[in-house]
């Protein structure tokens, strides 16, 4: 029998987990795992293997697994991305402001290549592109940048 979500689990436990800010978050792993409504073929049932494919492929098209994959890849979109500090100003005075860190948000992609080029053509067809940073996961002051697909055709035109 194919059972992918034994496996899994047996991946989750075997995950270094001593990264502090794992033990407070869920891994930093996703999976997809379409819902047959009933047990999976064995692993060697060939014949079934059409009726398999076709169940996943109707799966896949309902709004849930739709809005699964869409989840996941707007999450794996924002993981392209990573804020680069340039310098950190440190309030002078009135501590009730504390400091602020002035940076850019950077792609991990490197310039010139075909992923750079096919992220700007994704985010081009996007009708508003948002960034959400915050110093940690418990942080209630988050700052956002957002702006609109039309800033990214600039941009295109130096990838």
Known sequence: MLDTE????????????????????????????????????????????????????????????????????NQLIASTFYFHKDKTIRSEGDRRYGSSCHGRILCRFDSGTEALRSLGHFLQRQERIRFVMWENEASDNKEEVSFGSIYFIHILTYI
């Open 6 to 73: 034994r496996s899994w689990l047996y991946f989750h436990q075997q995950v270094d987990r001593r990264k502090q800010e794992w033990d407070r978050r869920p891994l930093p792993y996703m999976r997809l795992n379409p819902d047959l409504h009933r047990e999976p073929p064995k692993l060697d049932a060939v014949r079934e293997l059409d009726r398999l494919r076709k169940e996943v492929a109707i799966e896949l098209r309902t709004e849930a697994s739709r809005s699964s994959i869409e989840r996941i890849s």
